[in-house]
């Protein structure tokens, strides 16, 4: 686990960075600890925090560690293994051996880091410490830092966080190579889903088919997988329907290679060979959004105009068959688009499927001058910010048919003038359809992660006719 790494010097010059950009105070890291699902010893697959991996590449429960932005000093704490845990989980290399590996030499027992923090904050130094997300960290923090469990959060350094992002959202050539083997590894997820769902299967049949490529990779999921024929409700996370002829499967998945670097794609297929009518020409405008937002990726031009644009596309066509009305620009800028696009256009990703969410979602993808919209719709587009060579996003558009928000909106007389409810009735039963691929920018534009999957109807329906015939 801890040995799949990239080599030392990476792990040397990302901190090295860190260090120089801080440049005051002591930076202080916590990896992940086991966390208990219904009692201490039955722990969730253990999950490494990926700020710490990112540094530190050490993928070991129970391990913090601190750099000293002035004296350059890097310690690593964590605690041996006795004879009791060996027998219940093998060996272990010693926590100095694993510090050597990613090139720090002093180690420490973790009870020592409380009493090291309060020395150094009794002496006037800066500490500075990433919001925390699990609550066993939070308590930790709370108790270092003598402060309500409440406020941690709020007392996180921003300076840290904004480095970490700037540093981590522009992703190493090596880094590109392993999220292309973790888009791969989702890819034979999808493929797997598409070639051997039939009528009568459970999702639940499904999902496990869709796991197990994701298991065969190395690693595991990268985020629960939505494997669903309601594709209306964005994180669907049930699997007990039957899937049944006329129905659509929209499979939202991704997998997380050895080193956790992850993948994220989505595909809509017909349960039956064929896609029915209606559903082919909504298919084809979620396409169409698709492949323009994609021809739109390049550094310089900001996600939220791409997400602007697609959400232009979506109206546009949908007008096209008579259930939206007005001009597509005016519709979007006054967001009656949310009625069929209330999500984001994509996010970053990386070490985590939404990359670095955990530090905030206003840093990651906007800007001091480019803050999050409140708008329904406009304010689950976690990306907004400038596109760089080097980031890594998904690009997903989708329209989804949400009964309860049609009806409410339709009590309330809202967007009437940009939405024909009549027809829109008619469509309660649809579901929802979503594309998703996942793309790096360069410096000219963009260059598609992993490979592509069957996508345009005649490709899925040639596929699926092939399983069913
Ligand atoms: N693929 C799941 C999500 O982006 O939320």
């Not at 510090?99 to 973790?110: M, P």
């Not at 997998?255 to 029915?276: L, N, R």
């Not at 708008?375 to 309860?404: A, D, H, N």
Request: glycine content about 8%; some cysteine.
């Amino acid at each position: 686990m801890h040995f799949n790494t990239f080599d030392t010097l990476t792990y040397i010059n990302r901190r090295q960075k860190l260090k120089e950009k801080v440049n005051t105070g002591i930076i202080l890291l916590l990896g992940n600890h086991e966390s208990p699902m219904n009692y201490r010893d039955n722990t969730y697959r253990f999950r490494q925090d990926s700020t710490f991996l990112y540094y530190f590449g050490l993928d070991v429960a129970g391990l913090a560690a601190i750099i000293d932005t002035e004296s350059g000093e890097e310690i690593i704490f964590g605690t041996e293994l006795t004879i009791d845990d060996i027998v219940w989980t093998g060996p272990l290399p010693s926590v100095s051996d694993m510090a050597k590996s990613i090139g720090i030499d002093q180690t420490k027992d973790y009870t020592q880091l409380g009493t090291i923090l309060s020395k150094a904050r009794s002496s006037g130094r800066q500490i500075h410490f990433l919001p925390p997300y699990r609550h066993d960290n939070m308590i930790r923090l709370g108790d270092w830092f003598d402060m309500p469990v409440g406020v941690v959060n709020d007392k996180a350094s921003l300076i840290l966080i904004k480095t970490i992002i700037s540093q981590r959202s522009v992703k190493e050539k090596g880094e590109i190579e392993e999220i292309h083997k973790a888009v791969h590894i989702s890819a034979n997820m999808h493929l797997a889903a598409m070639q051997y769902s039939l009528p009568g299967m459970k999702e639940y049949e499904v999902a496990a088919r869709v796991h197990q490529e994701a298991l065969k990779g190395g690693g595991d999921l990268s985020f629960a997988t939505i494997l669903t024929v309601n594709g209306e409700t964005l994180h669907n996370h049930y699997h007990g329907n039957t899937i049944q002829e006329g129905q659509m499967i929209l499979c939202d998945a991704g997998a997380e290679t050895v080193k956790h670097y992850a993948g994220d794609m989505t595909c809509t297929f017909p349960v039956g060979k064929s896609f029915t009518q209606r559903q082919k020409e909504v298919y084809e405008i979620v396409l169409h959004t698709h492949e323009s937002a994609v021809k739109m990726l390049r550094p310089g031009i900001t996600y939220k105009e791409v997400y602007l644009k697609a959400a232009e596309n979506i109206f546009s066509g949908l007008k096209a068959l008579g259930l939206t009305k007005g001009d597509p620009a005016e519709a979007v800028h006054a967001g009656a688009h949310a009625m069929f696009f209330q999500c984001g256009l994509g996010h970053m990703m990386g070490l985590d499927v939404h990359d670095m969410e955990d530090l905030g979602e206003q840093y990651v993808g906007y800007t001091d001058t480019l803050t999050k919209s409140t708008q329904f719709g406009m304010k689950s587009l976690r990306l907004g910010r400038e596109l760089e060579p080097g980031f890594v996003l998904t690009v997903e558009p989708g329209i989804y048919f949400i009964p309860t928000l049609i009806d409410k909106w339709r009590a309330e007389g809202k967007y009437k003038e940009y939405i024909n409810y009549d027809k829109l009735e008619t469509y309660k039963d649809f579901s929802g359809i979503r594309i998703e691929e996942d793309f790096v920018i360069t410096e000219t534009g963009s260059q598609l992660l992993g490979r592509s999957l069957p996508k345009t109807v005649a490709e899925i329906e040639a596929l699926r006719s092939s399983v069913l015939k």
